[in-house]
């Protein structure tokens, strides 16, 4: 599988990593609907709202590794 085609299509793709779907609401300049089980979890007026909510996820995954000891970032220096 390549590259999205479309910026929805990325979209869909990295919120599925997290078990996520995301649904156009409106065609146009609408609405995108964030589910997780058929149930409502966020509604994104535009893109840049998606790449918000997206990015949030990022860091709490990115943050979540961390507090288990799996992601160094190159920020901290290692335990030695």
Known sequence: MGRPATTFEY??????????????VRVGRGFFNICRDGKL???????RELR?????????SQAE???MGGVNDGNEAEDI
Not at 11 to 24: P, S
Not at 41 to 47: G, H, K, L, Q, S
Not at 52 to 60: I, P, T, V
């Open 65 to 67: 590794k961390k507090s």
């Open 52 to 60: 918000a909510f997206l990015l949030g996820l990022d860091y709490l």
């Open 11 to 24: 979209f869909q793709k990295e919120l599925a990593r997290y078990g996520l779907e995301l649904k156009r």
């Open 41 to 47: 979890v966020f509604t994104a007026r535009d893109y």
